[in-house]
């Protein structure tokens, strides 16, 4: 697909088709007047998410709700959607309002909607493309630097989303390693792998518990993005559990086929360290990846065991399908320990079915002691388009991660608020001079949906690299 802006008179721009935004269900505008009583005639009401296809007069009308971004947004992925089943070539509309705001929400959402994953498919449909001409009244520096921006954003967004739904025996701790290592060649940055001797040597007992009884070792991944000037220094955490079994508290099957997601944390941190480097923005970023297999062995770690974090703190194992809090557990101690002068944390998981019992399949948890920098990220999220509520913390809950034998347990004693408690326990990690600059971002309901929604396809969604972006470019 190719999106170009075009300042041509509007009758002059040649395309096979037009598309017309039919706001708020109104039929009083001049390009939708001629074709009021067809439109009723078709039973098209205009109503969000509604796209018709008059093929005789070359136009496609498409409902939209408000004329904000995520409308804008999610009218648009339904456009793309619907042409992409034809074998339409060229469209061009006029933008809705001239102005950046509203040309970031149409590319997003022609690109984010546009996505689809065939790899394993043995009949593969035909590459699509079609060419979207944006007619704008001043095609201006800032439009220009807006849609190539968008363009950059929705391509990771689309490369998160291929990772994550790559089955777990072609995408394993090595093979993330391998595609972090090329991804920074590419993009000009740093990439430093650690081994499993790495985490042994460094005393990363609780990360290298979890991946003992896999074939496939673990990785500890550190990719930099360092600029000459500088503005703020971002620490990226990512949980890269490239496939959950569980561990010996083995899970149901039904809730094994979807593990391939587990991996999205980390995969989202890749996608956002791609954006940073790319879009050339004046912050120092990290992004540390825990990469990480949990199966099932003799030599798998088991319920009673006692592990030792980075940080010397003890855990005791209750749960060993509560893993991916013990890889973050480290790598936010070496995160801490290895990086200077941190203004933010950000960890990204894929962490507790608890969190889409509370908040809902398509929302993210954002947990954290500093509320303002929590309101940062809520402004971020609103102009993203992703979805975030706040779960917050208590000083009863931390009570419920009490063990007998060692300083924590790796599961609450209750099973309410588990995403909280879960955000309790990375709390333990986090030392006490970064408490206010640490966020966890628990992203287990939007990362990976077996449904449509929006302009997000069946699987990988992506979560976590819109909302961070828009949050990095606040801070400028």
């Known amino acids: ?28 505008t001049d390009e939708v007047k001629s074709y009021k009583d067809t439109l009723e005639m078709m039973n098209f009401k ?7 296809l008059l093929s005789e007069a070359k136009k496609i009308f498409v409902g939209c709700e408000k ?6 947004r999610i009218a648009s992925s339904c456009v793309i959607r619907k042409i992409k089943a034809t074998k339409i070539k060229s469209l061009k509309f006029s933008i809705l ?8 929400a149409l590319v997003d959402g022609f690109g984010l909607g546009s996505y689809s994953f065939d790899k394993y498919k043995s009949v593969k449909k035909e590459k699509f493309k079609v060419e979207v001409i944006i007619h704008c009244d001043d095609v201006s520096k800032e439009m220009k630097h807006t849609l190539e921006e968008s363009l950059e954003i929705c391509k990771a967004v689309n490369m998160v989303r291929d990772i994550v739904n790559t089955p777990p025996d072609d995408f394993y701790p090595d093979i993330m390693a391998s595609f972090a290592v090329d991804l920074a060649k590419e993009c000009k940055i740093e990439c430093k792998i650690y081994d499993e001797k790495y985490l042994a040597d460094e005393g990363m007992g609780s990360m290298l518990a979890v991946g003992r009884a896999s074939r496939h070792k673990s990785k500890l991944i550190h990719l930099t993005y360092s ?53 050339k923005l004046p912050i120092e970023v990290h992004g540390i990846i825990g990469a990480v ?12 065991d006692v592990l030792k974090a980075k940080n010397g703190t003890t855990i005791e194992v209750r749960n060993t399908d509560a893993e991916g809090r013990l890889v973050l557990a480290d790598c936010l101690c070496y995160a801490q320990d290895n990086i200077q002068d941190i203004d933010y944390i950000l960890d990204f998981a894929t962490l507790t079915g608890a969190c889409v019992v509370a908040l809902g399949e398509y929302t993210s948890g954002v947990m954290g002691h500093n509320n303002k920098l929590k309101h940062q ?19 009863y809950l931390p009570k419920l991660l009490k063990s007998e034998i060692a300083d924590i347990c790796n599961i609450s004693s209750s099973r309410y608020g588990g995403a909280i408690t879960a955000g309790l326990f990375l709390d333990k990690f986090i030392y006490e001079e970064n408490k ?29 690299v819109r909302l961070t972006i828009s949050f990095l470019k606040n801070l400028l």
């Open 1 to 28: 697909m190719q999106i170009t802006l075009s300042d041509e008179k509007y009758k002059k721009i040649d395309a096979e088709f037009e598309l017309v935004f039919v706001l708020s269900k109104k039929f009083d």
């Open 46 to 52: 205009g109503e969000d998410e509604e796209v018709l």
């Open 67 to 72: 004329l904000d971004p995520e409308s804008i």
């Open 97 to 104: 309002e001239n102005s950046s705001e509203h040309l970031s």
């Open 227 to 279: 600029p000459k000037k500088c503005k703020k220094t971002v620490v990226l955490v990512g949980k890269g559990l490239t496939y959950d079994s569980g561990g010996l508290s083995l899970k149901p099957s039904d809730f094994m086929t979807t593990m391939k997601s587990d991996k999205s944390g980390g995969s989202a941190v890749l996608g956002i360290m791609q954006v940073v480097s790319r879009l």
């Open 293 to 304: 297999e949990n199966m099932i062995g003799g030599n798998a770690f088991k319920p009673d």
């Open 377 to 395: 990220m809520f402004e971020a999220a609103s102009k993203s388009g992703e979805l975030v509520g706040a779960l917050p913390f208590n000083r």
């Open 436 to 464: 206010d600059k640490w966020l966890h971002i628990d992203i287990a309901g939007p990362a990976f949906v077996e449904k449509p929604w929006g302009y997000n396809p069946h699987g990988a969604s992506g979560a976590g």
